[in-house]
């Protein structure tokens, strides 16, 4: 029997930046209300609170959530008010190395953009990630810039010989994730073993970016039953097919 559904967050749960709509927030609560979730991504607390938490009920099904911010280098609960369990913080001569990489790595690619909108490199703490077009692009913009992942690709290839000592990972739509050596998604779904006492079978894993280089594909590579979907459209129907499962003439479909 599966006893927690892990999720991403941007182009899984929500578009990205945005929050979750109406449809996805309510398949949220429902779960909620019948299993235990968690959440993973890039992104830090703050996008948490305004993608996430502001649009579930503040409610005692809370407690059944999860959430573990820049790829699983942060981790809190619930319990009355959200309480930080661990932060796998950077030093200040780690995140100096990360971020003069990071800028040369983008001027031997050639993939400086020529228009951003916000904050192109930044400091969360725990993460160093760079968001190629800012953190407050347009969303059409960002599909726009590397809908194939390409040159994310290139730019990963170059940060890999320059500061090979950390984890590197593609993820959102136009960000490329810095976390401290094997502190990636597959740490942050061990936590979520360690803290609630659920074996890696016993989960199930939702991400946009399952594949050989994105920051989803660390959870699968551990050992989690990973589903790929292409956007929250696909999640909502995962969603109510998990619920259907759960539900008392549906959970055989889960033990799987």
Not at 75 to 100: M, P, Q
Request: with cysteine.
């Amino acid at each position: 029997m599966k006893k927690l559904i892990v999720f991403d967050l941007d182009g899984t749960l929500a578009e990205s930046k945005a929050p979750l709509d109406a449809e996805m927030s309510r398949l949220l609560g429902d779960l909620l209300g019948i299993v235990k979730a968690a959440v993973i991504s890039g992104g830090d607390w703050p996008q948490f609170e305004k993608q996430v938490l502001s649009r579930l009920p503040h409610d005692a099904s809370l407690a059944n959530l999860s959430i573990l911010p820049t790829c699983g280098t942060k981790f809190f609960r619930y319990a009355g008010d959200w309480k930080k369990i661990y932060s796998e913080d950077f030093t200040a001569s780690e995140k100096e190395k990360i971020v003069s990489s990071l800028k040369k790595a983008l001027e031997e690619a050639g993939f400086q953009a020529k228009k951003v909108w916000g904050e192109v490199i930044e400091d969360r703490g725990s993460q160093i990630t760079f968001s190629a077009l800012g953190q407050q692009a347009p969303l059409e913009e960002k599909k726009k810039w590397d809908s194939d992942y390409a040159k994310r690709k290139k730019i990963k290839a170059i940060l890999d010989t320059l500061i090979p000592e950390f984890s590197v990972r593609m993820g959102g739509a136009t960000s490329i994730d810095v976390t401290k050596p094997g502190i990636d998604k597959a740490y942050g779904v061990r936590k979520l073993r360690d803290v609630l006492g659920i074996s890696l079978k016993e989960m199930i894993y939702i991400g946009d970016a399952l594949f050989a280089g994105g920051n989803d594909y660390p959870a699968e590579q551990a050992g989690v039953v990973s589903i790929p979907v292409q956007g929250p459209h696909e999640t909502k129907r995962v969603v109510e097919t998990i619920i259907a499962c759960l539900s008392d003439h549906g959970q055989e479909a889960l033990k799987l």
